[in-house]
């Protein structure tokens, strides 16, 4: 096997290192036999003896990612650790949103989902050491905040494929590398302690690392082990109105007039939920490597990975449901696209004095537990083997596997009727206004209302086996290389869905056990929004709330005195074993799917004129197979709830349903790279991608709402064909120092197979659901241009400055009234980067802003409401500095959301508002040593 030399300079020292590598073109994709991915970043001729400068901190990690970038075939962009144990930021998605072309989706304040050219999380394939990795969402989103960046040596974002790289990213293949203990020259340790302070929460969060790597001499055996963790705790405040229903008719009562009038066509909130959520984030990382050398010639790799993240979160709100009681508004008032802006809903004084209002406003106090307790592991063995001087061939093999057990956790409604009328106002401000008409702070009023357990259990396997080979050719003209391999995956992801809930208090008659409520003080909500809404209600503990209400104590005031009410309410409980969490069989799936795939891939290179070019043409063939499995359970009827808009489902015995699809995908792809100069690169590229559909799209599962008005179903489609797309790229790029770089890149993409949801209007059992299912029946376009500029200066300062532009043919539409809408959700037109850095001596200083346009996020937001969700646009300023105290040991800051910005939702035009959310500002301090 080849072995290089190269230098290490500490960039704030003098001191200069030398050591023997195994072969390393890039922190990012560390071991170029490792994967073919890997391979793809080797350059066309290799030498022996190379000495390279490496340095760390913030110039070094962007001298190894412009020469990853530079040495690479295709259009790609990389990341570098800034040294052993350290990440650019301390979440890897806040990292990749630096590069041009990429967004990201926060969950809690933090990085979590990707999006590449506008296209989201579920268009993008991300691998981790080259392999596909478990994960613990519905669909194939990768979800970065499960691992921890310490533990990360560098990521890679393939924009135009190469035949041998694992298809499915119309967006991007995206490769995450953890490190190597052949990275490192004899024994390495490195770590970490920090504190995080949450704004919001106004606590203080532990969290640390430790990275210990050795090798022999010889480097023949190595081994390296790392581990990582990370206890925050954090607070979001929010609003949200449950999506904005439509009204073909409804009737409103005047009160200076005294009478009923019709209202038609008009929009009106679902409701309006003010809520605090309290999260614990706890992860656990740990990853180890060996790596063998047993004869000169082989090198083993043994790795794995293992995270524990444990996301706890519990909601307190207050909300006013809009959709109770017989839909009487009071005194509406309504602007030019028949938004109803503000209204009265009836209070118990309104609806006694008038004959023909029957219902009342309902206000809510809710609990409801959620979170993403998830564990994840993963483990491969990789064999790289230099036949001769001409031929390598490696073999990998791995598996992974994720779990998340959320499922069946309560959600909990105890409330009242307003007594004067209540109130509600969009108004000009930042929020809704709300008055209740009744106070929200009295515990006599409470009464006992609605308990249900709901959520998914996930579970996620993945086997993966693969052969890629490399024959490098002599005296054949142009022709330099070929590989060609073989891919074999199996994964099967699986889902338990808890939808349950027994009716034994539904509505508002019930006497509630005063004792058990504690007061929530939310006086400081959202202080820098305007909006005048009820900042006190109440909540309770959960567990000794359920042990009341399966008491005789809570039945006999269920029943309200009532022997028949009494006993209905025991049977009911004894039947369900009180208020046990129930799976919801139909909701649930199994999906398996097979993939076999094999590629041949071939390399030209040679001079056009005095202008050195490299080019590939190659074709991957990948044969997939699904096997979907689920429960059906036909709606015989429904019963009516007194007192409440929820109806009781009468379902059929349960049937297992199994599905079958096979396909086949030809992909051709070629890329062109043309030196126009020593530092001027021209790249060409054409391809034909896939992303497979979604594993809830694929699933033969079915969701029902049973609410009056808004009764709907929704459910998979076994039968669906993967996206494809057609792919031209082109870039220009102008090293012109050493971590200096200007670039432009265009691309378009031709989409078919696009999938939309069509939903038509379904008789069943005398009332008429919206039934929802996705089908292949789209196609689109999607042209962009990405700009790139970085520079430093020798007087310490540097920038980093990039802005992408992405339109789409496929825009959602407000004139289009049909059933189906299509667009491409998370596309946004416009997003930039601003970095500025100082780094100099002991000081290294890094200011980042980064900014996207408002996007599409759902064309539909799941409910019969049917409608889309738009994320306005959002800015975020973050921040990091170091100094080091000497060369193996630094103090660190970091501050994330610097200007508290705050993130808003809205459905078809912006005053209608569907969420607000608002996490505050989140601090680091810590100390790093090595040795």
């Not at 990853?68 to 144990?85: C, N, P, Y």
């Not at 449950?242 to 409804?250: L, V």
């Not at 009332?767 to 929802?772: A, H, M, N, P, V």
């Not at 289009?816 to 500025?836: C, H, K, M, R, V």
Request: include cysteine.
């Amino acid at each position: 096997m080849n072995t290089q030399y190269f230098s290490t300079l500490n960039f704030n020292s003098t001191q200069l290192k030398t050591s023997k590598i195994a072969i390393a073109l890039g922190l990012a994709l560390s071991l170029p036999t490792y994967s073919v991915l890997a391979q793809e970043s080797e350059t066309s001729s290799q030498v022996n003896d190379v000495e390279t400068i490496q340095v760390t901190g913030i110039r070094g990690s962007l001298l190894r990612s412009m020469d990853t970038k530079r040495s690479t075939l295709a259009v790609s962009d990389a990341i570098s650790a800034e040294d052993i144990g350290k990440f650019p930021d301390t979440n890897i998605a806040e990292s990749l949103q630096r590069i041009t072309g990429v967004s990201i989706d926060r969950s809690g304040g933090e990085g979590q989902f990707i999006t590449v050219r506008g296209f989201g999380p579920q268009f993008n394939t991300v691998l981790v050491n080259g392999r596909i990795m478990a994960t613990e969402n519905d669909g194939r989103e990768f979800s970065f905040d499960v691992i921890s960046s310490d533990i990360i040596n560098g990521a890679q974002v393939f924009k135009s494929p190469t035949a041998n790289m694992q298809e499915g990213g119309i967006g991007a293949t995206v490769n995450l590398t953890t490190a190597r203990p052949f990275d490192y020259d004899g024994l390495v340790v490195a770590g970490s302690v920090e504190g995080t302070y949450d704004t919001l929460d106004e606590d203080y969060s532990p969290g640390g690392s430790v990275i210990v790597s050795h090798s022999n001499s010889d480097r023949t055996l190595g081994a390296l082990a790392s581990i990582s963790y990370s206890d925050r705790s954090s607070l979001r405040e929010g609003v949200t109105t449950e999506g904005w229903n439509n009204y073909a008719e409804t009737t409103a009562y005047m009160t200076d007039t005294q009478e009923f009038v019709t209202l038609k066509d008009v929009h009106i909130p679902g409701s309006y939920r003010i809520r605090q959520v309290e999260e614990n984030r706890e992860r656990l990382n740990a990853a180890v490597a060996v790596q063998w050398v047993p004869v000169e010639n082989v090198e083993l790799t043994l790795d794995g990975l293992y995270s524990d993240y444990d996301v706890e979160s519990v909601t307190s709100a207050f909300q006013p449901f809009f959709g109770s009681g017989d839909f009487i508004w009071v005194n509406p008032v309504l602007d030019e696209n028949n938004t109803m802006i503000a209204f009265e809903r009836p209070g118990s004084v309104l609806a006694n004095a008038v004959d023909g209002i029957d219902g009342t406003q309902k206000n809510d106090n809710i609990y409801n537990e959620n979170g993403r307790p998830t564990d994840t592991w993963a483990v491969g063995f990789n064999v790289d083997w230099q036949v001769n001087e001409k031929f390598d061939v490696a073999f990998d093999l791995s598996h992974s596997k994720a779990e998340s057990d959320p499922g069946g956790k309560p959600f909990l409604s105890k409330g009242y009727e307003s007594v004067e009328n209540a109130y509600f106002e969009l108004g000009s401000g930042d929020l809704p206004s709300y008055d209740a008409g009744v106070s929200t702070t009295d515990p006599s009023l409470v009464k006992s209302h609605f308990v249900g357990r709901f959520g998914s259990d996930i579970e996620d396997e993945v086997t993966e086996f693969r052969i890629d080979s490399n024959y490098e050719f002599d005296n054949a003209g142009p022709l330099s290389s070929m590989k060609f391999g073989v891919y074999a995956g199996d994964r099967e992801k699986s889902r338990v869905a808890y939808e349950s809930y027994l009716c034994a208090y539904c509505g508002y008659f019930s006497d509630f056990n005063d004792e058990l409520l504690s007061p929530v003080d939310a006086s400081g909500f959202a202080d820098d929004a305007s909006g005048d809404f009820p900042k006190h209600w109440f909540k309770y503990d959960v567990d000794a709330t359920l042990a009341w209400l399966e008491s005789e104590d809570g039945i006999t005031a269920g029943g309200q005195n009532d022997a028949e009410t009494i006993q209905t309410i025991r049977d009911g409980l004894e039947a369900s074993n009180g208020f046990a969490e129930v799976p919801n069989d139909q909701a649930g799936y199994s999906v398996k799917e097979e993939v076999v795939s094999a590629y041949l891939d071939t390399y030209f290179s040679g001079d056009m004129g005095e202008l050195p070019w490299e080019f590939n043409v190659g074709m991957r063939l990948t044969r997939t197979k699904t096997i979907s499995k689920g429960i059906n359970q036909e709606i015989l009827g429904v019963e009516n709830v007194v007192g409440d808009s929820l109806q009781q489902l009468i379902l059929s015995d349960p049937m297992p349903v199994k599905y079958t699809h096979e396909y086949t995908n030809i992909l051709p792809s070629a890329n062109f790279r043309l030196d126009l100069q020593d530092d001027l690169i021209m790249r060409l590229g054409y391809s034909e991608t896939i992303t497979r559909p979604t594993m809830t799209s694929l699933a033969p599962s079915t969701s029902i709402n049973p609410r009056v008005g808004s009764e709907a179903i929704s459910g998979g489609n076994p039968n669906l064909e993967a996206f494809e797309s057609t792919n031209y790229d082109m870039t220009l790029e102008w090293y012109f120092s050493d971590v200096s770089l200007l670039a432009a890149a265009l691309f378009h993409k031709e989409i078919e197979n696009f999938v939309s949801t069509t939903t038509r209007d379904t008789e069943i059992a005398g009332i008429t659901f919206k039934d929802s299912r996705p089908n292949n029946q789209e196609e689109a376009t999607a042209t962009g241009i990405e700009l790139a500029f970085t520079h430093s200066w020798d007087n310490g300062f540097g920038t980093q400055l990039n802005y992408t532009y992405v339109d789409s043919s496929a825009d959602y539409s407000l004139d289009n009234t049909t059933d189906t809408q299509f667009a491409i959700e998370g596309l946004s037109p416009n997003s930039y980067n601003i970095i500025g850095f100082y780094e100099k001596d002991a000081i290294s200083v890094r200011l980042a802003y980064n900014w996207r346009d408002e996007f599409l996020k759902a064309i539909s937001d799941g409910s019969a409401k049917g409608n889309p969700i738009t994320r306005e646009d959002y800015g975020q300023l973050d921040l990091s500095a170091s100094y080091e105290l000497s060369e193996n040991l630094s103090l660190y800051a970091e501050g994330i959301n610097v200007l508290e910005e705050d993130i808003r939702e809205y459905t078809n035009y912006q005053n209608r508002l569907t969420s607000y959310e608002y996490t505050g500002a989140r601090y680091t301090v810590g100390i790093r040593g090595k040795l």
